[in-house]
């Protein structure tokens, strides 16, 4: 079979990164992107060259659009010197930021910059990439338990989660015709980075948490890179269209 080429957006750490090694664990050649945090990208690419299989990082910024054409074409340019490939196969929208803000206190500014990188990126990035996705490709897209649940705090960012997915029933609709399958992963409250590292790093959120999760405690990456990387298997490619939440069974 030939060797499957995934993308995945916000490799550098946290979820995007465990999905790398994840995928790479299981013979998936890896193209990371990240922000401005280069050297972890870089140190994401060797771990992964150490297991033996291929990979490269861009950089790249989901939040500013005007940017994606020249992402698109730096991307063809890597597929073709490292590949001798014009396509790739995977891609695992996962780039974000966490903003907590109450609904009163929330200003257009964090709005817009959540609505950048959560929604509008999502939405052209993926359409700028159309024709650099094989058929028979696969999508992922990462939405939040919180589109399904509410805490406070979280109405913007959770707004455009649902608005995610909605957006991956649509594209599995109109890309199924090119053997597209387009899936949600929905991840509960994770230690990493994310919003400061809040779920991590604060014990009273933390406890809480695992308070509210039927499994007992609060996930952590190893939960979730596995799921992106089973989902984009080829056993489940009949998978389409649906919303996986990995949660350990939050606020059920
Ligand atoms: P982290 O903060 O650990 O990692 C974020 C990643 O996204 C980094 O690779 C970062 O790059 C990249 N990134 C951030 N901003 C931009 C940007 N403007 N353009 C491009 N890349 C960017 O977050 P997580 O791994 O926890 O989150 C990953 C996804 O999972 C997000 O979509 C998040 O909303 C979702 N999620 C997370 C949950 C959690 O509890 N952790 C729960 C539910 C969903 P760099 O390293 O260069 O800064």
Redesign the pocket.
């Known amino acids: 079979m030939k060797q499957k080429i995934a993308l995945i957006?916000?490799?550098?750490?946290?979820?995007?990164?465990n999905t790398a090694l994840q995928l790479a664990s299981k013979g998936v050649d890896v193209i990371l992107?990240?922000?401005?945090?280069a050297a972890?990208?870089r140190a994401v690419v060797a771990e992964i060259e150490q297991h033996g299989a291929r990979a490269a990082a861009l950089q790249?910024?989901?939040?500013d659009s005007a940017g994606f054409a020249a992402f698109a074409e730096q991307l063809r340019e890597l597929l073709q010197s490292h590949w001798q490939r014009y396509q790739f196969d995977y891609l695992v929208n996962?780039?974000?930021?966490?903003i907590h803000t109450p609904f009163a206190e929330t200003s257009e500014a964090q709005f817009d910059q959540l609505m950048n990188?959560?929604f509008k990126?999502v939405f052209f990035l993926t359409q700028r990439l159309l024709p650099l996705i094989a058929d028979g490709g696969r999508i992922v897209n990462?939405?939040?338990?919180?589109a399904r649940f509410s805490l406070p705090g979280y109405s913007a960012?959770a707004a455009m989660?649902g608005a995610i997915e909605v957006l991956s029933r649509y594209m599995a609709r109109e890309l199924g015709p090119r053997g597209i399958a387009v899936n949600v992963v929905?991840?509960?409250?994770?230690e990493?980075?994310?919003g400061d590292g809040l779920?991590r790093d604060n014990k009273e959120v933390n406890d809480f948490i695992a308070s509210q999760t039927a499994l007992g405690r609060v996930?952590l990456?190893d939960d979730i890179g596995g799921v992106i990387a089973a989902l984009l298997s080829e056993e489940n490619r009949w998978i389409n269209a649906q919303r996986i939440e990995a949660s350990g069974g939050m606020f059920l």
């Open positions: 957006t916000g490799g550098s750490r946290g979820l995007g990164r992107t990240f922000h401005s945090r972890d990208a790249l910024d989901t939040g996962n780039a974000g930021i966490g990188i959560h990126g990462l939405s939040s338990g919180l960012y989660k929905a991840p509960g409250a994770i990493t980075d994310f779920v996930g990456p």
